[in-house]
């Protein structure tokens, strides 16, 4: 029985890494729009994850004729008005890299205690199908702290400057098999993994009929 491609919609090497480790044996062949040929857009413009996520699913899925699944995510620091916020992937602008980004926020956090540093990764999972406008949403996020400094070489993205209390450690400093368990994206896709479980079902039936 041929396997139903699920696109996921993202140019981000790391987040597509994720993405296979988190929907590994959930019955889709995971694609990505380079393996297809495709060009999507980068750019987001909505003012929410949500609005972001919905946009970037319906693009995929219109683009290539698959159910698409793509996410939009972001760093969120109590301390900075909840900053950088949606805008996490433009903070400070299109080619800023994040050793930039992480002196900024270091920078403006500088001399803060423990108890003004609160932070969290939000992360807002979209899936839709070539055939409906209808997107549906799952929503994930994790609790933390902005660190000292940049540690640990595992992550991507703002994951060396954000500290779980509970390990003693950052993101970017776990192994990947815990991370997915507790990471904001991880508890997103956890949740998304029954629907994509109904939509398989319904394909197969639909396959299935003469």
């Given at each position: 029985?041929?396997?139903?491609?699920?696109?996921?919609?993202?140019?981000?090497?790391?987040?597509?890494?994720?993405?296979?480790?988190?929907?590994?044996?959930?019955?889709?062949?995971?694609?990505?729009?380079?393996?297809?040929?495709?060009?999507?857009?980068?750019?987001?413009?909505?003012?929410?994850?949500?609005?972001?996520?919905?946009?970037?699913?319906?693009?995929?899925?219109?683009?290539?004729?698959?159910?698409?699944?793509?996410?939009?995510?972001?760093?969120?620091?109590?301390?900075?008005?909840?900053?950088?916020?949606?805008?996490?992937?433009r903070f400070l602008g299109e080619g800023a890299g994040f050793d930039r980004r992480f002196a900024e926020i270091l920078g403006r956090m500088s001399?803060?205690?423990?108890?003004?540093?609160?932070?969290?990764?939000?992360?807002?999972?979209?899936?839709?199908?070539?055939?409906?406008?209808?997107?549906?949403?799952?929503?994930?996020?994790?609790?933390?702290?902005?660190?000292?400094?940049?540690?640990?070489?595992?992550?991507?993205?703002?994951?060396?400057?954000?500290?779980?209390?509970?390990?003693?450690?950052?993101?970017?400093?776990?192994?990947?098999?815990?991370?997915?368990?507790?990471?904001?994206?991880?508890?997103?896709?956890?949740?998304?993994?029954?629907?994509?479980?109904?939509?398989?079902?319904?394909?197969?039936?639909?396959?299935?009929?003469?």
């Amino acid at each position: 029985m041929l396997v139903p491609q699920l696109l996921i919609a993202t140019n981000n090497p790391g987040k597509l890494a994720e993405f296979r480790r988190l929907l590994q044996g959930c019955g889709w062949d995971l694609v990505s729009p380079r393996e297809l040929g495709l060009k999507l857009p980068d750019d987001e413009p909505g003012e929410t994850y949500a609005e972001n996520a919905k946009i970037k699913a319906l693009n995929g899925a219109l683009a290539s004729g698959l159910v698409t699944l793509a996410d939009d995510s972001g760093l969120e620091i109590d301390a900075l008005d909840g900053a950088p916020g949606a805008r996490s992937a433009r903070f400070l602008g299109e080619g800023a890299g994040f050793d930039r980004r992480f002196a900024e926020i270091l920078g403006r956090m500088s001399g803060l205690p423990s108890a003004r540093r609160w932070a969290r990764f939000r992360c807002v999972v979209a899936v839709a199908e070539p055939d409906s406008v209808a997107v549906r949403l799952f929503e994930g996020e994790v609790q933390g702290l902005i660190a000292l400094e940049p540690r640990g070489e595992l992550g991507f993205g703002y994951d060396p400057i954000f500290y779980l209390p509970q390990r003693a450690q950052t993101m970017a400093e776990l192994p990947p098999h815990v991370k997915d368990v507790i990471s904001h994206r991880g508890r997103a896709a956890m949740r998304t993994r029954p629907l994509l479980k109904e939509l398989l079902y319904e394909r197969r039936q639909a396959d299935a009929r003469p």
